[in-house]
């Protein structure tokens, strides 16, 4: 027999392997706020930049992981963007050069492993793209080298002078990481006023460290709507709006994040319900990121009659987690700051011991009341696939069912994938009473 959630599915499972579209939600009307995001995902699903980004006029600046501190690009001058993505398809010919790399950014790599990461494929397409409609290339790409595949992907990518990797730490804990980290950053900066030829003076930097802080603040006020019994916004919506924080100018990002948090309390006040007819089960997402237009998991297991009320995922909620921490105000200070708050609070898998992690996730799973886990596991990412034990343990002793599902950013969504994850909430429904 047909489960609700799967009925609840049915209609929209012929488009949901495709994983690129957004006009379909979870919920029976979507905010109206939403249209900018949904416009920006759109290009960035067709194999462009958003228009905001492409038409502000300043230099651009990538990153390839969130170590990287934005307000420092930002005080540069430059507008920081994140190159991660998974695989893009184009919706144009396939006669474009352009298009042709999307389709398969391996063969814009020469010389390519056969098994690449699937984050870098992703990430040679997006830079393709960026170079063409721009007509020039960033002025700097920082790499963090919190894995093997991003410690080589330079060469991979093509890059020469406008690269800069930073040495990442693997201890976090100890006295001397956190001193070379800090000289890194102070580099850092120097490298970025050479590549865009604006100082990052004291002023700038403490505006700049600012609006960050107030987008954070911004992020964290649009999760906390999802802890009510009743969310106004569906989890795949509000995770593609974390993303494109990474690919808009942070003032355009804030501006629509503003009016869709606005939107959704009062909605809130007026008591409005935008679910569908059937109680959705309340889920945390953990594990490897998942990147737009990435898109097929969240977009099931919503089909389902799931509701992805929390994430722990580094491409969305955790980028907003944590802010600057100031205690002095002068420029080596703000830079000290910033330094620690992108090291100390992360919780990449890349560090040993990364025991926040696991703390973190128990918060998350306390405060927004969630019946089941879901761990994304990217293929060929080992780092997650170790982590992945390490949170099916934790869940597992708090007696929190998790399913372990895994992804490869290119192929869409097989039937079995489907049938474990209605399995699993079937299971979780069974276990309301």
Not at 251 to 270: F, P, V, Y
Not at 276 to 286: K, V
Request: hydrophobic letters at 40%; aromatic letters at 6%; charged letters at 25%.
């Amino acid at each position: 027999m047909m489960s609700e959630g799967t009925k609840q599915g049915e209609t929209e499972r012929g488009n949901m392997n495709s994983s690129f579209s957004v006009q379909d939600s979870a919920f029976s009307t979507r905010p109206a706020a939403m249209a900018p995001f949904l416009e920006a995902a759109r290009q960035i699903a067709e194999g462009f930049w958003p228009q905001p980004l492409v038409e502000c006029g300043k230099p651009i600046v990538a990153v390839l992981c969130n170590l990287a501190p934005l307000e420092l690009i930002h005080a540069a001058g430059a507008v920081p963007v994140r190159l991660c993505a998974g695989e893009i398809p184009g919706s144009r010919s396939t006669t474009d050069p352009l298009q042709s790399a999307i389709r398969n950014p391996q063969s814009a790599i020469p010389d390519a492993p056969r098994d690449l990461c699937h984050v870098v494929k992703g990430a040679a397409a997006r830079l393709d793209a960026l170079k063409r409609q721009t007509g020039r290339p960033p002025a700097a790409v920082i790499v963090p080298s919190t894995c093997d595949w991003k410690s080589h992907c330079c060469g991979f990518l093509g890059l020469g002078d406008e690269a800069r990797v930073l040495a990442v730490p693997r201890d976090k804990s100890s006295a001397g990481a956190r001193r070379e980290w800090r000289r890194q950053i102070g580099d850092l900066a120097d490298f970025l006023v050479a590549r865009t030829g604006t100082p990052i003076a004291r002023g700038p930097l403490l505006k700049s460290v600012m609006l960050y802080q107030q987008a954070s603040r911004l992020g964290r006020r649009l999760a906390d709507v999802m802890t009510q019994p009743v969310p106004p916004i569906s989890g795949s919506d509000l995770m593609l709006v974390f993303n494109l924080y990474y690919s808009l100018p942070v003032e355009t990002w804030m501006e629509a994040a503003a009016a869709l948090l606005d939107e959704t309390r009062r909605g809130l006040s007026a008591g409005e319900d935008r679910r569908s007819p059937i109680c959705p089960t309340r889920l945390l997402l953990a594990g490897a990121p998942i990147i737009w237009p990435h898109w097929s998991l969240p977009r099931l297991i919503e089909s389902l009659g799931g509701a992805i009320v929390a994430d722990a995922l580094c491409s969305s909620y955790r980028g907003f987690s944590d802010l600057v921490s100031m205690d002095e105000t002068t420029r080596p200070a703000l830079i000290e700051a910033l330094a620690d708050r992108y090291l100390l609070p992360c919780t990449c898998p890349c560090f040993a011991p990364n025991e926040e992690y696991l703390w973190r996730v128990e918060k998350q799973a306390d405060a927004f009341r969630v019946e089941g886990a879901i761990i994304h596991r990217l293929k060929n990412c080992y780092l997650y696939d170790m982590e992945a034990g390490r949170l099916e343990d934790l869940f597992r002793r708090r007696d929190l069912p998790c399913l372990q599902v895994e992804t490869d950013y290119e192929s869409p969504a097989p039937a079995a994938l489907t049938t474990r994850i209605e399995t699993f909430l079937d299971l979780l429904r069974q276990r309301r009473g």
